[in-house]
Each structure stands twice: as structure tokens, then as C-alpha cells.
């Protein structure tokens, strides 16, 4: 837990969101600011910064995380497939400094990469 990450408190219920699950070592929740029509992340309970601070200890964790990925994207109606993204650090573009799985699908999906 970090007394001022705005996703320890969104976990511990202190600020508001639209939840999409929860479990003893999870949560998961709705973006705020979508960028397509479903937009949600998969949070640690557990303060952990990013992918940069993980360590062996965080193993199961994250096995469990990428494992429910795409059990919560069936669940919100993403049959034919999802994006994840996992911003790590301010090189990566990361905003939010409480790791977390983006998972985003159900419009037009592009590349990640535009090439040419
Ligand atoms: P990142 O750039 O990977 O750190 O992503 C941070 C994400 O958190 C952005 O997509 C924001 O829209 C989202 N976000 C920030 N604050 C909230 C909030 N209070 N509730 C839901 N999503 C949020
Ligand atoms: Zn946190």
C-alpha cells in the first residue's frame, strides 16, 4: 500500500470506480478516459510500481494477472480478441505509477505500429 497512489486507494474503495472484478489479490476497473469502446486495467492490490521494480517474489502475481486477462475480456464482451498494455516507466509512457494491464477492445483496433 503507498499512502498517495491513486490506484492503491481506487483498490482499497477510498476513491470510486466502475468496478469489473475483484478477488483477494486483484482489481480490476474501468478507464476513465476509454480509447475504445471497452477500456479497463488490471490492478495488483499490492503497491507495485511497474514491471521495472517486479522480482521473483511477484511471480505468481503476475502469472495470475496475465492468466485472468483474457477471462475479464470474454466476460466484457471481447470474443474475437483484446489488447493489453503495460506502460512501465516514464520511457514507456506510464502515467500511473501502480502497475497495471490495460485491456482494450470491441472497435477498430489498429496496429500497434504503423509501418511505411
Ligand atoms: P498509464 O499511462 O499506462 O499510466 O495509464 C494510466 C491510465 O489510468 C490512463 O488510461 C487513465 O485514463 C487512467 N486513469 C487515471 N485515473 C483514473 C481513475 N481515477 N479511474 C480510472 N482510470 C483512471
Ligand atoms: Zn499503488
Same mark, same amino acid.
Given at each position: 500500500?503507498?499512502?498517495?497512489?491513486?490506484?492503491?486507494?481506487?483498490?482499497?474503495?477510498?476513491?470510486?470506480?466502475?468496478?469489473?472484478?475483484?478477488?483477494?489479490?486483484?482489481?480490476?476497473?474501468?478507464?476513465?478516459?476509454?480509447?475504445?469502446?471497452?477500456?479497463?486495467? %488490471?490492478? +495488483? *492490490?499490492?503497491?507495485?510500481?511497474?514491471?521495472? $521494480?517486479?522480482?521473483?517474489?511477484?511471480?505468481?502475481?503476475? @502469472? !495470475?494477472?496475465?492468466? %485472468?486477462? +483474457? *477471462?475479464?475480456?470474454?466476460?466484457?464482451?471481447? $470474443?474475437?480478441?483484446?489488447?493489453?498494455?503495460?506502460?512501465? @516507466? !516514464?520511457?514507456?509512457?506510464?502515467?500511473?505509477?501502480?502497475?497495471?494491464?490495460?485491456?482494450?477492445?470491441?472497435?477498430?483496433?489498429?496496429?500497434?505500429?504503423?509501418?511505411?
Amino acid at each position: 500500500m503507498s499512502e498517495n497512489c491513486i490506484f492503491c486507494k481506487i483498490a482499497r474503495g477510498e476513491i470510486p470506480s466502475r468496478k469489473v472484478y475483484e478477488d483477494e489479490n486483484v482489481y480490476a476497473f474501468h478507464d476513465i478516459n476509454p480509447v475504445a469502446p471497452v477500456h479497463f486495467m %488490471l490492478i +495488483p *492490490k499490492q503497491h507495485l510500481v511497474s514491471l521495472v $521494480e517486479a522480482d521473483e517474489s511477484h511471480a505468481a502475481l503476475l @502469472g !495470475k494477472m496475465l492468466l %485472468l486477462a +483474457p *477471462k475479464l475480456a470474454r466476460e466484457q464482451g471481447l $470474443e474475437n480478441g483484446f489488447r493489453t498494455v503495460i506502460n512501465s @516507466g !516514464k520511457g514507456g509512457g506510464q502515467e500511473v505509477f501502480h502497475l497495471h494491464i490495460h485491456i482494450i477492445g470491441g472497435g477498430i483496433i489498429p496496429p500497434m505500429v504503423k509501418r511505411g
